[in-house]
């Protein structure tokens, strides 16, 4: 009995042991990635798709190994989106100031720094700052055959102010 159950013991340490080679040797084929902040260029939002001032830096591309990309998007008072659809969803991570988001059909909410939102793939919505507030947000989407949005009809002032 002592004996099978040191055996077995063993067996999962060398499980384990073996588990952390695999693991070591994955690594050694994949290397960290750093995409410098100076590298990051940052853009004044299309007049086609936004409203107001808005500057979007992209923080990162996708590629193979990592299928969603990562932007930061800066909304002064007042400015928004365009209402538009993201083919595979989009996560939003409110970094500063208090913003409004709206799905079509839906009332519009009101975000803070901190909050977290989930747009689902196919829902039509946008988002962007209050009239008195800014917003920034983080937005990271994953692409769907290459696209990431699909752009519609701007927010207009009936609407943003409903
Ligand atoms: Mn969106």
Redesign the pocket.
């Known amino acids: 009995m002592r004996l099978a159950g040191f055996l077995g013991a063993f067996g999962i340490a060398l499980a384990l042991q073996q588990g952390v080679a695999q693991a070591a040797d994955d690594r050694v084929a994949v290397h960290q990635v750093i995409n410098p902040v100076q590298a990051q260029k940052t853009v004044k939002g299309s007049a086609d798709f936004f409203t107001g001032d808005v500057w979007v830096t992209m923080n990162f591309l996708g590629d193979k190994a990592v299928d969603y990309s990562a932007g930061t998007v800066t909304f002064a008072p007042g400015a928004r989106?365009a209402w538009?659809i993201?083919p595979k969803g989009?996560l939003?991570l409110v970094t500063a100031g208090t913003g409004w988001t709206q799905e079509e059909g839906g009332a519009v909410q009101e975000v803070h720094a901190g909050d977290v939102i989930w747009?689902p793939p196919g829902v039509k919505?946008w988002?962007g700052a209050t009239p008195t507030t800014s917003m920034t947000h983080i937005?990271i989407t994953s692409a769907y055959e290459g696209k990431v949005?699909e752009w519609l009809e701007k927010v207009s002032e009936a609407q943003y102010h409903r």
């Open positions: 989106s538009h993201h989009q939003l747009c919505h988002h937005s949005v």
